[in-house]
């Protein structure tokens, strides 16, 4: 049962484009969402996170969107640079239970390429 | 920052033999730990969930004796695999978390482990 979707594995931009990389969730439950990027063979870096009260947040580059109705969050990279290129997870916290374990929920994560 | 460091970045070990990893957090106390497994092109699975002082919570279909987890210190954890078989061979990530989950967590850079 795969609670955090990213449905994209891949998305090619060019520089200075708009990048928008997609995760669905199914656990209305979740309460705290965080997107990570990942290079081969490292850990994930911390890139934004978003509480289920907002809607939007916004660092830099970086914004994140989301829609609790439809379960859905969204990462905008604007604009893209090649450097930006790796993998993309988002990820989810808050099971609801009676102890929050903080525990994350990982997508399958986003490769993302961005063209010079 | 918040730097966790984990130790192997790699390894490679002979089929029935045991591994150990270490995760430690530098400059903060990491009330909770996580391990995390990836295989390729997949995301990131958690396996268990450790507190200072405490058993670790594995998650479903983990086994405990097989991937035993030390949390002596709050700034220290391990894996132990033991009796590695090829099937073992991953990607494994720790995270700290300094509280809850809007505090952040770090990641440890991972141990990509071969069983041959």
């Known amino acids: 049962d795969q609670q955090v979707k990213q449905n994209s594995p891949s998305l090619s931009v060019q520089e200075g484009r708009i990048s928008i990389l997609n995760c669905d969730y199914t656990n209305s439950m979740f309460d705290y969402f965080l997107w990570y990027k990942k290079y081969p063979a490292e850990g994930p870096t911390f890139l934004i996170s978003i509480s289920s009260i907002k809607d939007k947040n916004e660092d830099g580059r970086f914004t994140v969107f989301l829609n609790k109705s439809a379960k859905h969050l969204s990462l905008h990279i604007v604009p893209s640079q090649p450097g930006d290129s790796a993998v993309y997870f988002c990820?989810?916290?808050?099971?609801?239970?009676?102890?929050?374990?903080?525990?994350?929920?990982f997508g399958q994560g986003t490769t993302l390429q961005v063209k010079p | 920052g918040a730097v966790v460091s984990q130790h192997p970045s790699w390894v490679i070990c002979k089929s029935g033999t045991s591994v150990k990893i270490e995760c430690r957090s530098l400059d903060f106390q990491a009330t909770t730990m996580f391990w995390y497994r990836q295989f390729p092109k997949q995301s990131l699975m958690l396996m268990a969930t450790?507190?200072?002082?405490?058993?670790?919570?594995?998650e479903q279909g983990v086994e405990k004796d097989k991937f035993l987890i030390n949390h002596a210190s709050l700034t220290l954890s391990t894996l132990t695999v033991t009796s590695a078989h090829p099937e073992d061979s991953s990607f494994y990530i720790c995270?700290?978390?300094?509280?809850?989950?809007?505090?952040?967590?770090?990641f440890g850079s991972g141990t990509r482990l071969t069983v041959v």
């Open positions: 450790s507190n200072e002082g405490s058993k670790a919570t594995y």
């Open positions: 995270s700290a978390a300094r509280g809850a989950v809007n505090y952040g967590y770090t």
């Open positions: 990820a989810a916290s808050g099971d609801g239970g009676s102890s929050n374990t903080g525990k994350l929920i």
